[in-house]
Every structure is written in structure tokens, then in C-alpha cells.
């Protein structure tokens, strides 16, 4: 279990990025943090694997207070994706960008063969084994640097922004991968503003403003709520734009999914006929 | 970090911020001679003071201050240094008058930070790279030297960033031998390096379609002219000069030791 | 005479072994709203490297076929020229700025081309209030969001006063507000100055109400071009994978089970417009 409590944290250039925040994350927990760009997002994760400490307050991960423990221990559990996977890729081949963070965590070469099999297989990256990682794609990049993180299976995986500049299929391809770590039991936490990612996913919602968390609960709870939403600079879904525009005829507001959205205006004609 | 940014030019609407960068230069230029002219505290000290309105005069006290204290440390150094030289290979005749001259060393060597700092500070890189142009410097010069300052905190964040992630994959940077630690810093050299690569190439596609070498006779939205404060500057940078010869050449400037009768 | 025009035209980059778009053609013409989609790799950022010239100027390898821009021959005008007529702003808002201060880079493309210093401050003075930025003249890049930033970007091509403006991806590193800005700022560019817009995106429930015409591409080849209610509702669209807006999937889905509405949506305004009629039958 990840609890921040009453995290305060400054740059050392004086930017106080965090006011405050305090959140309780559950073990197996599929978890989105929203926000604009600046509002702490980021930084607030940074400190669920120790890279920042807070300035006050305290974060623990399963009991360990991450001010005593260094980053790598805590990277062993804590699997942290990167925005951009230009920004570790260095390897000659996939295959060996896979085993880096292995052997910096001690494992024996056999588990390493047999872990790097089991994340190229998982990403679907089998054939670009001993391609150099630099010769493939932006979205075969951004499977590559996943795999380098899920190949020493960390029981919390955190990935930042996972949908820039990805297009729909690849967002599609994404949503259920996520989907399936989490129905392994991995604690996921997602750093976005991709609402329409957000409400295709459904995961537990947690809106960031200016460093403070403003709202947090079900997916259909926060997206729907144009008050909250509009304070953290972040736009409602269509679908529930166009039942916010529907409120005043009666129909419900927390809906974001087409699925959902088509079953309650069949059934409001159904009535109606 | 905080002594680079008593150096870091910080946009302030000031008359000394407005002032010509040839004007400061040659300032900077008469300063550093006059103090490398003196090696007595009084006049060094003089100069420490004499430079302090416009400090004030530019409103950056608060980071000329950090580039004082970040020297400040190089500044014991030197202090040291130059009592331990002078005690063991100078000849002086007492310990008192090998600290007041080892003190004055230092204060030079003060005088010249905070002249650069002034400089620095209230220079904006773009005028700077405008008064390398007017001073004839091939444009593509200038161009390379704005673009290196405009980039280097885009670098250093990225350089954070790509450490922070290897760190996330378990790279322990502290610690081991000094192979060990070249090795270490592979993994984090090599996005950076390819990461500087592709943005150049950005950059260069860019530039090329903003017209880039559209015609010889480029135009600039600003032009630097002299003004009234520029004159007045480079006259009181030139009086200083005079002035300072003068006495270095012509007035026995007595010791603080012998003045306090030690 | 349409304002962009190709025949038949293919690339292959230097190092690529088959082309990264082939035997395309296409008419724009002056003023329209082109909003250019499809997956990653299909071959659109290529294909607006052509329009301004970067292709074959700037990258070299094989161009085959006719493109004309501004009633110029691509092949036979220098970059420096065509942009003149075509402005081009990149996916990386931070990769696009020079100078140290917003007006200096919003003057950079009209110092490259030599314009007297008053007509310059006019210009520049111009681009910067239509795009919004007029305050932030004198800050730094680094002082920016990345929505600014890339008004910026879009200030410092429109300084130059082309016909056309081709925006690649301009908002994938922008928040959700950002983007809306920056998708409003280009619709007046078009709306009130006539100015052709080529945009490149795969965020269609925020675009495609803005654009007169969707273009769809898919390894290399365009294969769905026409007004947006039209080629959004298309089934092609939905199999290729283009993000198609959730309301136009909802009114796919009404359809399906026999729901009507009167027009195909792109926003949840013609959405609630649409069923409102329907719901009160």
C-alpha cells in the first residue's frame, strides 16, 4: 500500500509544486492521476519511487518510509515508465536494453534469460530481440522501454503520460494492457490528461490543481462533474458534455461511456413510445 | 547551482539592463586592468564598493548576493592558498602583512566576480549576440552562441530526466571505482547525445522553413545604439583608468597594518 | 486553381526500402480546413514535408510525381522561397524557439528574409495579438507553458504572412485547455484571415469540427478524403483505427438499433442538437 500524507514539496529553485497532498493508494488499485501540465502530477509520483523526497510530510510503500530507503529498492517495487522513451533507450539491442535494469537489481543470468523472454512476449517484441532499439518506431519504442520495466515484474507500476502522440489503435492496444496488469493484481497508476483515455479505461480518478488534490473517486464521479473538472483546466469527455447539455430533460449526468450512454437513451425512447 | 545563477542573465526592466552590452563590456574590460593594477586592500576595496549602485541601479541584488557567497568559498581558498605561499616562499617581514596582501588578492579576485556578474546578470544573451553581430562577427556565430544559451537549461532538465529515469531502472550513479563510474554514466550519455542529435535536426528543419538563408543582407528587429548612460558609462570606465594609473604610478597608498600601527 | 497540388507523387527517404508515401494526389484549394489523419507511420508528416520543400531540399531521396504549392514547382523553388507561402509548425513547441525572448523569434523569419526593421516591429507587433500573445512579448521560452510556447511557433510563421500554414500533431504535448486554445487560434487564422490550414491530428473530437475536409491516410496511401460528417461516419474510418469522436460513434450505434438522428454529429453540441429533436417526437 502507497500513503502519502500532507506531502509538501519545493524545487530547489523555489517552485512549490506540492501543497499538501495526502492519498492512500490500495494494493492492486488501478489508479489515474489528471491534471494540466504544472500541476504536480508528475512530481507527486516522482516521490512514490524515492527519485523526489518530500520537502515535508511522509510517503511510505508497503510501511517503508521512502526518505530511508534508496531509489533502487524501491524501483525493485516500484516500476516507473517515462513520458518519452527517448530518455533511457541506449542499449545495441532490445534484448539487452530489456536485461539493463536486471542485472543492476542482481538477478541471475538464468532468470534474466528467462524474464526477458517473458517481457518480449508480453510486448509482442519477440522479432525486434536483437534489433537495435534505436531503428524502430515511436510506438515500438515506447513497448520496448515497458518492457524494461515489466521485465523485473515491480508489484506497482507507474506510467507517465502513456498516451502522447500515440494514435487510436496504439491507445486501444495500451487501454487493454493496462487493463491486464491490473487483472494481475499490479498496483497501476497512470499520469494523464487524456480524458477520453481516462474514460475508456475507468479507473479510480484523483484530480490535480496547483499542487493539491481537488477531487477524487469513480471515473463517472469526477469526469462528470463540471465544476471540479474546470478548476483543474481539464475538459469533460463528449459524452458527458453532450449529458450535462441532457441534465435539464431529465436524464442522469455521471455517464461517459458510448456503451452506457446507448442503453439509457434507448431506453428513456423506450418509454417514451 | 547557485553560484551559476548569480551569472544567469535575469530579465529585469532596469536603466542598466537597457544599457548598450559594449558599453558594459569595456566597463568590464576597465575593471578587470584597474584591479589587476592594485594589490593594496584600500583601492581594491573601493573598487569592491564603487561598483554597488549598479548593482542596485539593476535590481539584482538578491543574485549578485548568491554569486557572492557561491565565490565566496573559492575566495577561502585563495585566501588560504596565498598565506600558505607567502609564508613558506615570500618575504615578508611579519604574519600581518602577509594576511593583509593575501587579503588583497582575494578581494581582487572578488572585484573581478562581481563585475562579471554585473555583467552577466543585466546582459540579455540576445543583445549580446546583437553586439557580436554589430561588431562584425559572422552571423551564423552569433546565431550558434544564442542558441547554445537558449538551450542549455532545455539540456540540463533533460540530463535530470534521463538520470531519473536510469535511477528508476535500478543505476545506482554513487559509489564504486572510478571505472565503475565512467561505465555508469553510459546509460545516460547515450540518450542525451541522441536525444541532442534529433533535436538538432528539429531545429535545423525549423530554421529552414523560416526562411533561413533567404538573403545576405539579414535584418534584425533590434539595433543597438548608444546612448546618454552608454557614454556616461564608458566616460567614467575611461576616468577610472586614468585615474587608477595615475596613483598607481604616483601615490604611495599606505598599508592597512601601517595605518592601524601594528 | 487550387492552392496545393500533387500528381501521383511518391517519396522513398534515403535509407528507406519502400516508399514512406505513394501515388498521391490531391487538390486543396485556397482556404480550406484540412485536418490529415491516420496511424502512426502512415506517412503524414512526410507528406507535409513536401509543401513547404524540406522535401526534396532539406531531406534528400527519391520524389517522384507533380507538386505544385502557391502555383510553384516544389522541385524547382528554394525552402527560404516556399516558406513564404507556407508556414510549417512542428509537433515539439520547445524545438521551435531561437530566440530568448517571444518577439525576437517571432521576427526570426522575417530578419532571414531581410524586411526593413519598421515593417518587421508592424508585422511582428500583428502576429502576436492575433495568436493572443501580445503580453508575453518580451518573456523568455523557458518562462512559457507549452500551449504558449506553440502560439509562439504559430505566431512566427504567420509573421511571415503565408497562405498556407501546415501544423504537424501541434498539440500532442499539450493539456486538454491547451489544445482547445491553440485549435481556436488556427480556426481564426482560417475563419477570419482565409488562410488554408493543413492540420495533422489524431485528436478528432476536438478537430474535426473546425476542418471543411478530412483526409485519411494509411500506409502511404490517402485513402478517405471528403467532408468530415461524411468520412467520419464511414465504416473504412472505424476499421483503419482513426479515433472517430464518441458521439459519432453513439449516433453509429443509435443507428444500429434502429435510433435516427436527423445529422451525423462531430461535437456533443450538434449531439444534444440531434437528439433533442428526436427525444421530443
Known amino acids: 500500500m502507497i500513503r502519502i500524507q500532507d506531502v509538501f514539496f519545493s524545487y530547489p529553485n523555489g517552485v512549490e509544486a506540492l501543497k499538501g497532498v495526502s492519498l492512500e493508494i490500495q494494493d492492486g488499485e488501478f489508479l489515474a492521476i489528471m491534471g494540466q501540465n504544472g500541476a504536480g502530477k508528475t512530481t507527486l509520483v516522482k516521490h512514490i519511487n524515492g527519485l523526489l523526497k518530500p520537502t515535508k510530510g511522509t510517503v511510505t510503500v508497503d510501511e517503508a518510509d521512502t526518505t530511508k530507503v534508496s531509489v533502487a529498492t524501491l524501483a525493485k517495487k516500484v516500476g516507473f515508465v517515462f513520458q518519452n522513451p527517448d530518455h533511457q533507450l541506449f542499449s545495441e539491442t532490445v534484448e539487452e536494453e530489456i536485461s539493463f535494469a536486471l542485472r543492476n537489481f542482481g538477478f541471475s543470468e538464468s532468470a534474466i534469460k528467462e524474464?526477458?523472454?517473458?517481457?518480449?512476449?508480453?510486448?509482442?517484441?519477440?522479432?525486434?530481440?536483437?534489433?537495435?532499439?534505436?531503428?524502430?518506431?515511436?510506438?515500438?519504442?515506447?513497448?520496448?522501454?515497458?518492457?524494461?520495466?515489466?521485465?523485473?515484474?515491480?508489484?506497482?507500476?507507474?506510467?507517465?503520460?502513456?498516451?502522447?502522440?500515440?494514435?487510436?489503435?496504439?491507445?486501444?492496444?495500451?487501454?487493454?494492457?493496462?487493463?491486464?496488469?491490473?487483472?494481475?493484481?499490479?498496483?497501476?497508476?497512470?499520469?494523464?490528461?487524456?480524458?477520453?483515455?481516462?474514460?475508456?479505461?475507468?479507473?479510480?480518478?484523483?484530480?490535480?490543481?496547483?499542487?493539491?488534490?481537488?477531487?477524487?473517486?469513480?471515473?463517472?464521479?469526477?469526469?462528470?462533474?463540471?465544476?471540479?473538472?474546470?478548476?483543474?483546466?481539464?475538459?469533460?469527455?463528449?459524452?458527458?458534455?453532450?449529458?450535462?447539455?441532457?441534465?435539464?430533460?431529465?436524464?442522469?449526468?455521471?455517464?461517459?461511456?458510448?456503451?452506457e450512454a446507448t442503453d439509457i437513451l434507448l431506453g428513456r425512447l423506450g418509454d417514451s413510445r | 547551482m547557485s553560484m551559476f545563477d548569480g551569472f544567469k542573465f535575469r530579465s529585469v526592466n532596469s536603466s542598466v539592463h537597457k544599457m548598450d552590452p559594449r558599453a558594459k563590456f569595456i566597463y568590464v574590460c576597465v575593471m578587470f586592468a584597474v584591479a589587476v593594477m592594485f594589490s593594496q586592500i584600500i583601492p581594491l576595496l573601493v573598487l569592491l564598493i564603487i561598483q554597488m549602485p549598479l548593482v542596485f541601479a539593476a535590481r539584482v541584488q538578491k543574485e549578485w548576493l548568491r554569486s557572492m557567497k557561491g565565490a565566496a568559498g573559492f575566495a577561502i581558498i585563495i585566501f588560504l592558498m596565498n598565506v600558505f605561499s607567502l609564508y613558506f616562499y615570500g618575504n615578508y617581514e611579519s604574519l600581518s602583512a602577509i594576511v593583509e596582501r593575501s587579503f588583497a588578492l582575494t578581494l581582487r579576485f572578488m572585484v573581478l566576480i562581481e563585475?562579471?556578474?554585473?555583467?552577466?546578470?543585466?546582459?540579455?544573451?540576445?543583445?549580446?549576440?546583437?553586439?557580436?553581430?554589430?561588431?562584425?562577427?559572422?552571423?551564423?556565430?552569433?546565431?550558434?552562441?544564442?542558441?547554445?544559451?537558449?538551450?542549455?537549461?532545455?539540456?540540463?532538465?533533460?540530463?535530470?530526466?534521463?538520470?531519473?529515469?536510469?535511477?528508476?531502472?535500478?543505476?545506482?550513479?554513487?559509489?564504486?571505482?572510478?571505472?565503475?563510474?565512467?561505465?555508469?554514466?553510459?546509460?545516460?550519455?547515450?540518450?542525451?547525445?541522441?536525444?541532442?542529435?534529433?533535436?538538432?535536426?528539429?531545429?535545423?528543419?525549423?530554421?529552414?522553413?523560416?526562411?533561413?538563408?533567404?538573403?545576405?543582407?539579414?535584418?534584425?528587429?533590434?539595433?543597438?545604439?548608444?546612448?546618454?548612460?552608454?557614454?556616461?558609462l564608458m566616460l567614467f570606465s575611461f576616468a577610472m583608468l586614468v585615474v587608477s594609473v595615475y596613483v598607481s604610478l604616483n601615490v604611495q597608498i599606505p598599508n592597512i597594518i601601517y595605518l592601524l600601527n601594528i | 486553381m487550387p492552392i496545393i497540388e500533387t500528381k501521383n507523387l511518391t517519396y522513398t527517404y534515403p535509407i528507406g526500402t519502400k516508399p514512406a508515401f505513394e501515388d498521391v494526389t490531391i487538390k486543396i484549394d485556397k482556404g480550406e480546413f484540412v485536418v490529415l489523419t491516420g496511424p502512426s507511420g502512415c506517412g503524414k508528416t512526410t507528406l507535409c514535408r513536401c509543401f513547404n520543400g524540406l522535401i526534396p531540399h532539406f531531406y534528400s531521396g527519391k520524389l517522384e510525381g507533380e507538386i505544385y504549392v502557391s502555383n510553384l514547382k516544389v522541385v524547382n523553388h528554394p525552402i527560404h522561397e516556399l516558406a513564404q507561402h507556407v508556414g510549417m509548425v512542428f509537433q515539439n513547441p520547445e524545438n521551435q524557439l531561437f530566440a530568448l525572448s517571444v518577439e525576437k523569434d517571432v521576427a526570426f523569419g522575417l530578419e532571414n528574409l531581410g524586411i526593413s526593421r519598421e515593417k518587421m516591429r508592424e508585422r511582428v507587433d500583428w502576429a502576436l495579438k492575433i495568436t493572443g500573445i501580445y503580453g508575453l512579448k518580451d518573456r523568455a521560452p523557458?518562462?512559457?507553458?507549452?500551449?504558449?510556447?506553440?502560439?509562439?511557433?504559430?505566431?512566427?510563421?504567420?509573421?511571415?504572412?503565408?497562405?498556407?500554414?501546415?501544423?504537424?500533431?501541434?498539440?500532442?504535448?499539450?493539456?486538454?485547455?491547451?489544445?482547445?486554445?491553440?485549435?481556436?487560434?488556427?480556426?481564426?487564422?482560417?475563419?477570419?484571415?482565409?488562410?488554408?490550414?493543413?492540420?495533422?491530428?489524431?485528436?478528432?473530437?476536438?478537430?474535426?469540427?473546425?476542418?471543411?475536409?478530412?483526409?485519411?491516410?494509411?500506409?502511404?496511401?490517402?485513402?478517405?478524403?471528403?467532408?468530415?460528417?461524411?468520412?467520419?461516419?464511414?465504416?473504412?474510418?472505424?476499421?483503419?483505427?482513426?479515433?472517430i469522436p464518441k458521439v459519432t460513434r453513439l449516433y453509429q450505434i443509435l443507428k444500429n438499433k434502429g435510433l435516427n438522428l436527423n445529422e451525423i454529429p462531430l461535437s456533443a453540441e450538434e449531439a444534444t442538437k440531434g437528439l433533442l429533436e428526436v427525444l421530443r417526437i
Open chain 1, 115 to 259: 524474464r526477458v523472454n517473458w517481457a518480449l512476449n508480453l510486448l509482442d517484441l519477440a522479432e525486434y530481440r536483437k534489433v537495435s532499439p534505436f531503428m524502430l518506431s515511436g510506438g515500438e519504442r515506447k513497448r520496448v522501454a515497458l518492457a524494461s520495466v515489466l521485465a523485473w515484474d515491480p508489484k506497482i507500476v507507474i506510467l507517465d503520460e502513456p498516451t502522447i502522440g500515440q494514435d487510436s489503435q496504439q491507445k486501444e492496444r495500451l487501454r487493454q494492457f493496462i487493463l491486464q496488469l491490473n487483472h494481475l493484481g499490479k498496483t497501476v497508476i497512470i499520469v494523464t490528461h487524456d480524458v477520453e483515455f481516462v474514460a475508456e479505461c475507468k479507473p479510480q480518478v484523483v484530480l490535480m490543481s496547483q499542487g493539491k488534490v481537488i477531487a477524487q473517486g469513480s471515473a463517472e464521479k469526477v469526469l462528470t462533474n463540471l465544476e471540479v473538472v474546470t478548476q483543474a483546466s481539464v475538459v469533460l469527455p463528449q459524452i458527458s458534455q453532450l449529458f450535462a447539455n441532457l441534465k435539464d430533460i431529465g436524464f442522469p449526468t455521471e455517464v461517459i461511456d458510448v456503451n
Open chain 2, 115 to 232: 563585475s562579471f556578474s554585473v555583467f552577466f546578470l543585466t546582459t540579455s544573451p540576445d543583445l549580446l549576440g546583437l553586439a557580436l553581430e554589430q561588431s562584425r562577427v559572422p552571423y551564423e556565430l552569433c546565431f550558434a552562441f544564442t542558441t547554445a544559451v537558449r538551450f542549455v537549461p532545455v539540456l540540463a532538465e533533460e540530463a535530470q530526466t534521463i538520470m531519473d529515469a536510469q535511477k528508476a531502472r535500478g543505476l545506482e550513479l554513487e559509489g564504486g571505482s572510478f571505472i565503475k563510474k565512467i561505465r555508469n554514466y553510459i546509460p545516460i550519455l547515450i540518450p542525451l547525445i541522441v536525444n541532442a542529435i534529433r533535436r538538432s535536426l528539429e531545429l535545423a528543419e525549423t530554421m529552414e522553413s523560416r526562411a533561413w538563408g533567404a538573403t545576405q543582407n539579414r535584418t534584425n528587429l533590434y539595433v543597438l545604439r548608444m546612448g546618454r548612460k552608454d557614454f556616461l
Open chain 3, 142 to 243: 523557458y518562462e512559457l507553458s507549452g500551449g504558449q510556447q506553440q502560439r509562439v511557433a504559430i505566431a512566427s510563421v504567420l509573421a511571415m504572412q503565408p497562405e498556407i500554414i501546415v501544423l504537424d500533431e501541434p498539440t500532442s504535448f499539450l493539456d486538454p485547455v491547451g489544445a482547445q486554445n491553440i485549435f481556436e487560434v488556427i480556426n481564426r487564422l482560417n475563419k477570419d484571415l482565409g488562410i488554408t490550414i493543413i492540420l495533422v491530428e489524431h485528436r478528432l473530437d476536438l478537430t474535426s469540427k473546425y476542418a471543411s475536409r478530412v483526409m485519411i491516410m494509411d500506409k502511404g496511401r490517402i485513402i478517405l478524403d471528403g467532408p468530415p460528417k461524411e468520412i467520419l461516419n464511414s465504416e473504412e474510418a472505424r476499421l483503419i483505427g482513426v479515433g
